[in-house]
């Protein structure tokens, strides 16, 4: 597989699928086309396994949507640290389903993500940007 790529000083902008190369250096990642589902997610953890920046379009469907969000924030088996990027500052997507878009503010949507992903159990505060297009999750 190939990707197609803009590089410059730690930032990816991927286009198509990716390779198998390991990119350690990597710190900025943005995802300009919509996921297939979370599985994606583990492949572009292991191929940028640094990633501090990151930006995906998760799938359409609700329930493929949730599984990625979940998968961004899962933690390991201590709860200690974030399973797939343990050195994420920073998250964005797009919102594409109709019950995220019902939120009215950004405490409305930081209360949505710690009753459905593993951020209740982290363990420094933050910050959910929420508008009626994207949420924005920093650390």
């Known amino acids: 597989m190939k990707i197609n790529s803009f590089s410059l000083n730690n930032f990816l902008l991927a286009i198509s699928s990716i390779n198998s190369v390991i990119q350690r250096s990597v710190r900025y990642l943005i ?39 979940k998968s961004i924030f899962a933690r390991n088996e201590n709860l200690e640290q974030l399973y797939i990027w343990p ?21 409305e949507m930081y209360d949505w993500l710690i009753e459905h992903t593993d951020l209740k159990y982290h363990p420094h505060p933050f910050h959910v940007s929420y508008s009626f297009s994207s949420i924005s999750i920093s650390f």
Not at 48 to 62: A, Q, R, S, V, W
Not at 87 to 106: P, R
């Open 31 to 69: 995802v300009e086309r919509r996921l297939i589902d979370e599985k994606e997610i583990f492949n572009f953890a292991h191929q940028f396994p640094n990633i501090e920046y990151l930006k995906l379009l998760f799938p359409f469907e609700k329930c493929s949507y949730i599984r990625c969000l």
């Open 87 to 107: 050195k994420l500052m920073n998250f964005s997507t797009e919102i594409c389903f109709e019950q995220l878009d019902l939120f009215n503010n950004d405490n």
